[in-house]
């Protein structure tokens, strides 16, 4: 039935009154952001141009942090060596390892509740204590890694002591909180229509099969998903080169990430301009990283109706 | 106005004004928390806040019972409790942070060399306040450990404890291949140190499994082996870097030389094969502690550590040999300081605190954590339990005596405004040397560079 204007008008009213009370119940979030985050982020821009110690007044110098990073800081490139080696190892191996235990918790077996909690309590315990746990486990003397290692007859390695070995450790420390990648992909493998797979099955398809033509792409927006926050996390790794290695990423710089960088420019030599644009570059890294994942996703994303077939 | 009035006798505020009345209230509480305290009465009590670094909550309650003796002394000043550590947060950028706010805290414990902070504009200068101590005169502290407090002529602060290091060495290694053990016959040279650390040094295969003494490594103890040397890394008079210096480069070149004679060139392997330092590192037990290693550098504050004070074997301190351009021994030490930030509303009451804590705070606090008093007015015969009941008082007050007189041999350290920065970058190039990525030359050039080029930074930003 159509409204009278006057009733027009009222509904019209009512929706401005009801947005001003969604807009206050939002209020409190809107502002913590605004003032927590957005404000933050916004200083972080404008200190990158200028030196600034906390105590005294910021100091414009224009492009000078950024010009120092990249022509006189070699500790800069070494950091940014280290986060994408870093990224690249522990990406790829994380998203497989999460999958593969997603599709473990997937299957109907006894007790299943309590190993998708065991797999998710992991990522609950503090990385702090957790990196000292897993540095004693690397221990190149008394460390139980290596005593399986020689268990099975094979080498033991210096690890968290070899700059060859180092980054690898702390991407297998990274695993250890697979838990969380794992849930996720375990809600997306939920979703997968049963019929789809019983068909498939009807028709003479196999586990094999099965998962690579109706699971894998039906999970491509979960991997997109896991891929993203995957890369994300992986170029702020802090707390385990910061434990394991200290702020000059032993052993000879292999630890080093950028993290680490911005970290001890800002609150060891007390350098917040430096640091800013360290932290600015590393926005504009993780910015860059994740256009270029959605971009390449165009080619690789199935969405429901889509008549690619994988 | 949305108070209304609701018949002769009601006044019904609605919801608008009633948010109104609490964001009101909310922003008078907000600045009346920032606004700055009206100015004392005459003889009213003050409140000096304190904060430490961290230490853990044993440590903040024997501040706390300093504190309570204290005010016992001074009835008009009143310690508020030790704020212990700043959670989750970076103790010297919460710190920071509240000077930058103009609400900093009255006093505090500082694990940060103050010439960094005071550099920054972080601290105040106590020189005024030095001069009408009762316990922290100038004349009153080892003057190298006081040199940490100062920029630019004044001085930033006390080194309330300076632990001080010196060679410890197994006696009864020494004594089962029959070498006299006496403190007066440890090696003078650093070429009878070397002789003395092949006696004892055994490798099985690849692991070495007995060491004599490891040539140095570590970053914060380069200035004392440079001084031994006769040359320095840090020139405060001069605000110049030397590490480079030619002494150094040759300090860093006989390491090497010593690492490939008799630990096989391969630093990784010595990493690889236990724990060579004075402390527990990554769960592993000092090497020095399992009978291991012969000798080792270490600080006093190991003579609080039950398993050195309990220790089943001899163990024997003695002093820093001599390098072959150095002309005299010398030691080194590791502080808390004591500082007043700039901004604090209590200065004067405060320093009698900090004053108190330098003479006679700081016995109670090395009964319990026993970090070595720096003062010289803090009797010598102060010794810890527990050493004393390991080994036996004789031994205890030979040892806090030979530590305390390290302290008055000590070479100037932790005197720089770029001070941590330096401390990475030599231990950079200390890692690179000892590892063969690059040589003594070229490594100590480069940090050379870098931390003069910091240096200079923070001289040019008028500090």
């Not at chain 2, 550590?85 to 009255?106: H, K, S």
């Amino acid at each position: 039935m159509p409204l009278m204007p006057g009733q027009r008008a009222d509904r019209g009213a009512l929706r401005r009154r009801e947005a001003r009370t969604g807009l206050l119940f939002v209020l409190p979030w809107l502002l913590s952001l605004l003032i927590f985050t957005a404000c933050p982020v916004l200083a972080a821009f404008y200190l990158s141009f200028t030196e600034y110690n906390v105590v005294q007044p910021p100091r414009w110098v224009g492009l000078q942090n950024y010009r120092t990073m990249l022509t006189a800081d070699p500790a800069f490139w070494i950091s940014v060596k280290n986060t994408a080696a870093y990224t690249l190892l522990a990406v790829p191996l994380g998203l497989v390892g999460s999958l593969a235990l997603a599709l473990l918790l997937n299957l109907r077996v006894r007790g299943l509740g309590v190993y998708r909690t065991l797999v998710y309590l992991p990522a609950l315990a503090p990385p702090v204590a957790s990196t000292i746990i897993f540095i004693c486990m690397f221990d190149s003397e008394g460390g139980l890694i290596n005593a399986a290692l020689r268990q099975v007859g094979l080498p033991a390695l210096g690890w968290l002591n070899d700059p060859t070995w180092s980054k690898p450790a702390l991407v297998l420390m990274s695993l250890w909180g697979l838990g969380a990648g794992a849930l996720i992909f375990l809600a997306g493998l939920q979703e997968i229509p049963q019929a789809l797979l019983e068909a498939a099955t009807m028709d003479g398809a196999g586990p094999w099969l099965r998962f690579r033509h109706i699971t894998l792409p039906l999970l491509t927006p979960v991997i997109l998903f896991n891929l993203v926050i995957g890369v994300i996390g992986s170029f702020h790794v802090f707390t385990p080169a910061l434990v394991s290695g200290g702020t000059t990423g032993k052993p000879l710089e292999s630890t080093l990430m950028l993290m680490v960088h911005i970290y001890r420019h800002a609150f060891r030599y007390f350098a917040m301009g430096y640091a800013s644009a360290l932290a600015v570059v590393l926005f504009l890294a993780v910015l860059m990283a994740t256009w270029a994942i959605f971009r390449s996703a165009r080619a690789w994303l199935y969405e429901v109706g889509d008549d690619r077939r994988g | 106005m949305s108070i209304m009035p609701r018949g002769p006798a009601r006044t019904v505020i609605d919801r608008r004004a009633f948010l109104r009345l609490i964001g009101l209230a909310g922003g008078t509480a907000v600045l009346a928390a920032c606004g700055t305290s009206p100015p004392l009465e005459v003889g009213e009590r003050v409140t000096v806040s304190f904060w430490t670094p961290g230490g853990g909550g044993e440590f903040c309650a024997q501040l706390d019972a300093i504190a309570k003796d204290f005010q016992q002394h001074s009835p008009g000043i009143h310690i508020g409790p030790t704020q212990c550590g700043t959670g989750e947060q970076e103790f010297t950028e919460v710190l920071l942070a509240r000077i930058a706010a103009d609400n900093a805290p009255d006093a505090a414990i500082l694990w940060t060399s103050p010439a960094a902070l005071a550099a920054r504009g972080a601290l105040q200068p106590l020189d005024q306040l030095i001069q009408t101590a009762q316990y922290a005169l100038a004349e009153n502290w080892p003057p190298a450990v006081l040199a940490s407090c100062r920029f630019t002529g004044k001085n930033y602060g006390l080194p309330v404890t300076a632990g001080s290091c010196g060679l410890w060495y197994n006696r009864e290694m020494f004594e089962h291949k029959g070498i006299p053990a006496g403190r007066d016959n440890f090696p003078k040279t650093w070429e009878e140190l070397r002789r003395l650390s092949q006696e004892f040094t055994f490798w099985k295969g690849d692991r070495l499994e007995i060491a004599g003494f490891i040539p140095w490594h570590v970053a914060e103890e380069l200035p004392i082996w440079s001084a031994l040397n006769g040359a320095q890394l840090y020139d405060a008079a001069n605000r110049r870097y030397t590490i480079d210096a030619e002494r150094n480069v040759a300090m860093m070149a006989y390491a090497v030389d010593w690492l490939n004679q008799e630990y096989r060139g391969d630093f990784a392997q010595v990493l690889r094969s236990g724990n060579w330092e004075g402390y527990e590192l990554a769960g592993r037990k000092p090497a020095f502690m399992d009978g291991r290693q012969a000798m080792v550098l270490a600080y006093s504050w190991n003579v609080g550590d039950t398993a050195h004070a309990q220790s089943t074997f001899r163990w024997d301190v003695a002093r820093f040999p001599v390098g072959p351009s150095g002309h005299q021994t010398v030691a080194g030490y590791w502080p808390n300081w004591l500082v007043i930030p700039k901004g604090a509303r209590h200065v004067a009451q405060a320093f009698t605190w900090l004053d108190y804590l330098s003479g006679v705070g700081v016995q109670a606090w090395f009964r319990h954590f026993p970090d070595l008093p720096a003062n010289r007015l803090v009797p010598r015969d102060l010794l810890p339990a527990g050493l004393v009941a390991g080994k036996g008082e004789a031994f205890a007050q030979d040892i806090m005596t030979f530590f305390r007189d390290q302290l008055d041999i000590a070479t100037p350290m932790w005197d720089s405004p770029v001070q941590d920065f330096a401390t990475d970058q030599i231990r950079r190039a200390l890692e690179r040397i000892m590892h063969k990525v690059a040589t003594p030359k070229n490594a100590l050039a480069e940090a050379q560079k870098v931390c003069q080029g910091a240096l200079e930074k923070v001289f040019k930003s008028g500090a």
